[in-house]
C-alpha cells in the first residue's frame, strides 16, 4: 500500500472535461424521449399558472446569436417558473408572411406577376414552413424545452381565422376606416409601410430656398411681394398647393435687389446671411394670421398656392415659411384639412412621377430633384441651393429609402381610443421601467395606422365591394370569412370569386345586380403577430390570455409590444401583457451591429459546435442584456473559463461525497462545527438571492450571486482547507461526516439553481446524485433558503474571522516574497492580537483548529507585545517563521513529531496521521507502505 492509498481521495467518473457539443445533442434526444417538458407540466397540475407568450421571430434564414439570447432567456424563466411552484407552458412561434419571403422568391427566379396567386403563395408558405423547421432545430439545439411539435405559426388556418374576427370586432367598434392621407410608402417594396417598420440612415439630400410670387395678397402687402419657403426634398415641389405661416409670429418683407420677399423676422439674419443678402431694407411687419388667405403662384405649374396658417410652424431652421405638399407630408395633410386643400401625389407605386406632374413623367423621384431645381432656376425661383446629410427615413428590410405618398389605404383610427391604450400602459409592470415611458410616447405621439399593404404574402383584408363602391365589413361577412380561412386557411380568398366567397345569399342594396369584389390588399405584419393574443392566448386550453409576460428586444416598442396592446385594447379594452421584460441589441466586440458586409456575426451553431450550449446559456447569464450586449468567441471562450471553474468546484463536491449517504451519515445542523454552520448560512443567503433574482428575471445576479459563493465562499475558504479534513481524517469520522453534510447539502442545492441556465451540464450532475428521487434534476423543486434561529450571529462570527484570515494571508504573501516559505503549510504563525482578535480565536478553537482553517502547520497567538518585527495588518500584529519539524508524507503539514514514531513504518507521519494510519490499516503498521 502506497501512502496516498490510506487518503480519502475523492474520486468521481464525472470528467474534468465538459465535452459539451458531442453529450449535448444526446441529451436532448433523450430528453424527447422522455417527453421531459410535457411531463414537467404534468407534474405541476394545479399549481399556479404562469405564461410567458412567445413573440414570433421571423421565419427565414438561420437563428442569429440575437435569436439564441432572446430564446435562451425565455428558456431560463420558463424552467425556472416550472420548478418554483407554477404552471408554465411555452408555446414557441412564428412570424411567416411579410415582403422578406417574397424577395427569397424573386432571388430564386420566381416571377410573382406571372404566376397564378394561389400558387405563388402555396410557393410562400411552403418556404416559410421550411424556414420554421430550420429555425426549430436552432432553438431546440440551445436545450430549450417548449411544445415544438405544436408551435403556432401566423400562416396556420386556425391562427388566420381568429386575427380575421380582431379586425372584424376592431371594425364592428368603429376602428377601421379607409382614407387617401400620406403615409411611408417604400418603393422598393411597392407598399406603405407601418412606423415600425421605418429605420434611419443618413443620406446627403438637397436644401433649396424658393421664391413664390403673390397674386393676392388681400392689399395688405404690395403686387410683387415673394413669399420664401425652404425644403429638403425638391421632389414635391411639383405636388405644392400651399405655403403654411404661424398665426402668431411676426414676418418681414424686405427689399433686396429689386426684389420684396417675406420671411419670419426672428429668422431674418439667419436667412440673410445664408441667401448673402448684403444690402437689403425691411419695408414692412405683419402678423402671420394677416398672411392667410393670400394666394400665390406655383414656380413652375399654371396653379395657385394657398397661403394658410398653421401652428406647427417653427423658428428652428428655415424661413418661418412652410412649403405645402398635403399629398407627401402629414402635418401638410393634417393642418390643410380645415382649407379643404386637395391631395396631390403624383407618384406611382414604384416611386416614379405619374402625368399629374407634366414634364416629369416616368422620371424616378429621387432623379426629379435635379429636374425640379433646374425648373425652378430657369424661372428665377430658386434663390438658393446646398447639400447636407441628415437623417432620411428607410425601409427596414430593403434599407431603402422611403417617401410620404398619399394613396388610399385601410387605416385602424388610433385617436379613438388611444387614451385607453395610454391607461393600460400605466397598468403594466415595465421590468425595464424606461420601456413604460418609451412605449407611453409612442402611442401618444403616433398617428393612424396604416394597416394595408400592396403585397402579395400575406393575410387579405376581409373587405368586398359593393357594385356602387361600398366596402362591406358586417359581423357576417367576418364570421363567414373566418370560418372559410379556419378550414382552408386564407389561400382561398384568391381561389374564389367575391360572390363565393360571401356567406350563402347575401344582399347588399349597394349592388342591386348582386355583383360583388374583394379588397386585394393585404394586412400588415405587424396586425398578424399583434393579433397572437387572440390566435395563440385565447385558443390553447393551456394559456392565459392576458399574458403574465412579453418578453423581446428593445425594438418591439415600435414592434410586437405596439401592435399586441393596440389590437387587445382596441378589441378588449385590456393589455394583451400584465409585465414586459425587454432586451438589448447583440453586438460584435467594438459595439457595431452585427452585418454581412462586416463579416461580424456569430451562428449560434458556431458556438455549440465549439464549447456547447450551455457555454452560450451561461454568457446569456452573465451578461446585462436589457442594455445592449457585446459579444465575440473571444468573449465567449472567458464565459467557457468561468464555466470551467463552476464545472470543477462542483466536480470537487461530487467526488468528495460519493461516499456519503445522506440518510446515515448526515450531522445534524446543531452538531456541525462553526464554519461548516456559516458555509449554510451563506448557502442560505445564496439560495434567497438566486431565487429573487430570478423572480426578477435579472440572470445576471444570478450568475454572479453563484460564481461568487463557488469561488469566494467555496472554492478560496471552505474548500481550501477541507482538503486537510476530508482527505486526512478517517473515512467515517465525525469531523469528515459534517463537511460532507455542508458539501451535500451545496451541491444538490446549487445544482437545481442552476437547471435553468446549465441545464445541460445541472442534468448531466444530477445523474451523480443517485440518492435523489427525481429522474431529472428539471423534476425537481427549487430549493428554499432553511431557517436558521442565529444565523445573523453566525455571519458576523464568521465575517470577522474571514477578515483576521485576510491579514494572516497577507503577512504570508510578505513572507513568501521574502523566500520565508514557500506554501502555506510551511509556516509557523504568531499572531499578536488585538482583544477583541484575542477573543474571536480563542471562541473559534473551542470547536475547531484555527491552524487548519489558515491552512498552515502552526498557529501561536501571543499574550505579549509585538516586536518591531512584526507585520503590522489592521489592529493586530505577525509573524510568519518557517514551522520547526519535519514534513508528514500524509498530511504535508510540518509537525515536531515527524520521525519520532516508535513505529519505523510509520515514522514519516506525524503522530495524528501515524494514529490514523494504524486504526485504519494495520497491515502498514505491521507492513509498512510499499516504497516510493
Known amino acids: 500500500m502506497k501512502i496516498k492509498d ?20 444526446k441529451m436532448q434526444e433523450a430528453w424527447d424521449e422522455a417527453n421531459l417538458y410535457a411531463y414537467r407540466l404534468k407534474e405541476n397540475e394545479g399549481k399556479p399558472s404562469f405564461v410567458l407568450h412567445d413573440g414570433p421571430p421571423y421565419a427565414n434564414g438561420d437563428i442569429h446569436v440575437g435569436h439564441a439570447m432572446n430564446k435562451i432567456s425565455k428558456d431560463i424563466i420558463i424552467r425556472y417558473k416550472n420548478m418554483a411552484g407554477f404552471r408554465a407552458p411555452y408555446v414557441p412561434g412564428w412570424d411567416t408572411h411579410g415582403l422578406p419571403i417574397e424577395q ?9 406577376k406571372e404566376l397564378d396567386r394561389a400558387e405563388y403563395l402555396r410557393m410562400c408558405r411552403d418556404y416559410a414552413l421550411t424556414q420554421v423547421d430550420l429555425q426549430r432545430k436552432g432553438f431546440k439545439s440551445l436545450g430549450v424545452l417548449g411544445d415544438w411539435e405544436n408551435p403556432y405559426v401566423t400562416l396556420q388556418p386556425e391562427f388566420e381565422a381568429a386575427q380575421i374576427r380582431v379586425f372584424g370586432q376592431m371594425s364592428e367598434n368603429g376602428y377601421i376606416y379607409k382614407g387617401a392621407k400620406p403615409i411611408y ?25 424658393v421664391a413664390f410670387k403673390a397674386t393676392d395678397t388681400k392689399g395688405l402687402l404690395p403686387e410683387d411681394t415673394e413669399f420664401v419657403i425652404w425644403t429638403t426634398t425638391p421632389w414635391t415641389i411639383p405636388s405644392n398647393l400651399g405655403i403654411f405661416a404661424h398665426p402668431d409670429y411676426d414676418y418681414v418683407l424686405v427689399a433686396v435687389n429689386d426684389r420684396k420677399f417675406v420671411i419670419a423676422s426672428e429668422l431674418l439674419n439667419t436667412v440673410a446671411e445664408k441667401l448673402e ?46 412649403h405645402v405638399a398635403p399629398g407627401h407630408g402629414e402635418d401638410d395633410y393634417f393642418f390643410s384639412r380645415k382649407y379643404k386643400l386637395g391631395v396631390l401625389s403624383p407618384i406611382d407605386d414604384r416611386g416614379y412621377y405619374t402625368d399629374e406632374a407634366p414634364g416629369l413623367e416616368g422620371l424616378f423621384y429621387d432623379e426629379g430633384n435635379k429636374k425640379v431645381t433646374e425648373w425652378l432656376e430657369a424661372n428665377h425661383a430658386l434663390l438658393k441651393l446646398e447639400f447636407f446629410t441628415h437623417s432620411y427615413p428607410h425601409d427596414w428590410r430593403t434599407k431603402k429609402p422611403v417617401i410620404f405618398r398619399a394613396t388610399p389605404q385601410w387605416f385602424a383610427s388610433i385617436d379613438k381610443f388611444r387614451d385607453n391604450i395610454l391607461s393600460e400602459v400605466e397598468n403594466v409592470d415595465w421590468i425595464v421601467p424606461w420601456g413604460k415611458t418609451r412605449l407611453y410616447n409612442m402611442i401618444r405621439d403616433r398617428g393612424d395606422w396604416v394597416i394595408s399593404r ?62 360583388f369584389t374583394k379588397e386585394t390588399d393585404i394586412m400588415d405584419v405587424w396586425f398578424d403577430s399583434g393579433s397572437s393574443w387572440n390566435g395563440v392566448l385565447n385558443q390553447r386550453e393551456e394559456l392565459t390570455y392576458p399574458a403574465d409576460l412579453y418578453l423581446e428586444g428593445s425594438d418591439q416598442y415600435r414592434g410586437w409590444f405596439n401592435s399586441s396592446i393596440t389590437t387587445s385594447v382596441a378589441v378588449n379594452g385590456i393589455a394583451p401583457y400584465k409585465a414586459v421584460l425587454s432586451q438589448g441589441f447583440v453586438q460584435d466586440a467594438k459595439g457595431r451591429k452585427f452585418s454581412k458586409s462586416l463579416g461580424n456575426g456569430i451562428a449560434p451553431k458556431d458556438v455549440t459546435k465549439q464549447y456547447g450550449a450551455d457555454i452560450l446559456r451561461l454568457w446569456v447569464a452573465s451578461v446585462d442584456n436589457t442594455s445592449d450586449v457585446r459579444v465575440s468567441m473571444d468573449l465567449i471562450g472567458q464565459t467557457s473559463e468561468a464555466y470551467r471553474k463552476i464545472r470543477n468546484t462542483l466536480r470537487f463536491l461530487i467526488a468528495n461525497t460519493s461516499d456519503f449517504d445522506k440518510t446515515q451519515d448526515a450531522v445534524a445542523f446543531e452538531d456541525l462545527k462553526g464554519s461548516d454552520k456559516y458555509l449554510l448560512v451563506r ?82 450532475i444530477w445523474t451523480y446524485l443517485e440518492q435523489e428521487a427525481e429522474a431529472y434534476a428539471y423534476l425537481t423543486e427549487m430549493p428554499s433558503a432553511d431557517l436558521i434561529s442565529d444565523e445573523t450571529e453566525l455571519l458576523d462570527f464568521w465575517s470577522a474571522f ?47 483548529d484555527v491552524a487548519t482553517l489558515l491552512i498552515v502547520s502552526e498557529l501561536i497567538v501571543s499574550d505579549q507585545a509585538a516586536p518591531e518585527a512584526a507585520v503590522k495588518v489592521g489592529d493586530m500584529a505577525i509573524i510568519v517563521n518557517h514551522a520547526v519539524g519535519g514534513v508528514c508524507q500524509r498530511c504535508r503539514r510540518i509537525d515536531e513529531s515527524v520521525g519520532t514514531n516508535s513505529n519505523a513504518h510509520l515514522v514519516e507521519l506525524c503522530e495524528h496521521c501515524a494514529s490514523i494510519v494504524a486504526l485504519e490499516f494495520p497491515e502498514v503498521a505491521t507492513a509498512g507502505f510499499e516504497e516510493k
Not at 490510506?6 to 467518473?13: F, M, P, S
Not at 427569397?104 to 410573382?112: A, D, S
Not at 428575471?697 to 450568475?703: H, K, T
Not at 499578536?832 to 474571536?840: H, M, N, S, W
Open 104 to 112: 427569397v422568391l424573386t432571388k430564386k427566379g420566381v416571377k410573382r
Open 185 to 209: 410608402w417604400s418603393p422598393s417594396s411597392e407598399s406603405s409601410l407601418a412606423e415600425a417598420e421605418i429605420e434611419y440612415q443618413d443620406v446627403r439630400s438637397a436644401s433649396i430656398y
Open 454 to 515: 400592396q403585397r402579395a404574402w400575406g393575410v387579405p383584408l376581409p373587405i368586398f365591394y359593393a357594385e356602387d363602391g361600398t366596402a362591406i365589413i358586417t359581423p357576417e361577412t367576418i364570421e363567414h370569412i373566418a370560418q372559410l380561412f379556419a378550414e382552408n386557411g386564407s389561400i382561398i380568398w384568391w381561389e374564389r370569386d367575391a360572390k363565393d366567397l360571401l356567406p350563402e345569399g347575401f344582399t347588399h342594396p349597394g349592388s342591386p345586380n348582386g355583383e
Open 6 to 25: 490510506t487518503l480519502n481521495l475523492g474520486k468521481t467518473a464525472f470528467p474534468m472535461r465538459a465535452g459539451l457539443p458531442n453529450k449535448e445533442p
Open 683 to 764: 448557502l442560505n443567503q445564496v439560495v434567497q438571492a438566486v431565487r429573487d433574482a430570478y423572480d426578477r428575471y435579472n440572470f445576471m445576479e444570478v450568475y454572479r450571486t453563484i460564481f461568487n459563493f463557488l469561488t469566494n465562499d467555496l472554492s478560496a475558504f471552505y474548500l481550501d482547507f477541507a482538503k486537510d479534513i476530508v482527505y486526512i481524517e478517517t473515512e467515517k469520522s465525525t469531523d469528515r461526516r459534517r463537511m460532507q453534510t455542508v458539501m451535500y447539502e451545496i451541491l444538490v442545492k446549487l445544482t437545481k439553481l442552476l437547471v435553468p441556465i446549465v441545464p445541460h451540464t445541472a442534468e448531466e
Open 277 to 322: 443678402w448684403t444690402d437689403y431694407q425691411v419695408l414692412q411687419t405683419i402678423k402671420g394670421s394677416d398672411l392667410d388667405g393670400m394666394v400665390a403662384k406655383h414656380p413652375f405649374y399654371d396653379r395657385d398656392t394657398l397661403v394658410m396658417n398653421a401652428e406647427y410652424v417653427t423658428l428652428e431652421s428655415g424661413t418661418g415659411l412652410v
Open 802 to 848: 474571514l477578515e483576521f484570515r485576510t491579514g494572516v494571508h497577507k503577512a504570508l504573501e510578505m513572507a513568501r516574497d521574502e523566500k520565508v516559505i514557500g506554501k502555506s503549510l510551511e509556516a509557523s504563525v504568531m499572531v499578536y492580537p488585538d482583544e477583541a482578535t484575542k477573543v474571536l480565536l480563542a471562541s473559534v478553537a473551542e470547536t475547531e
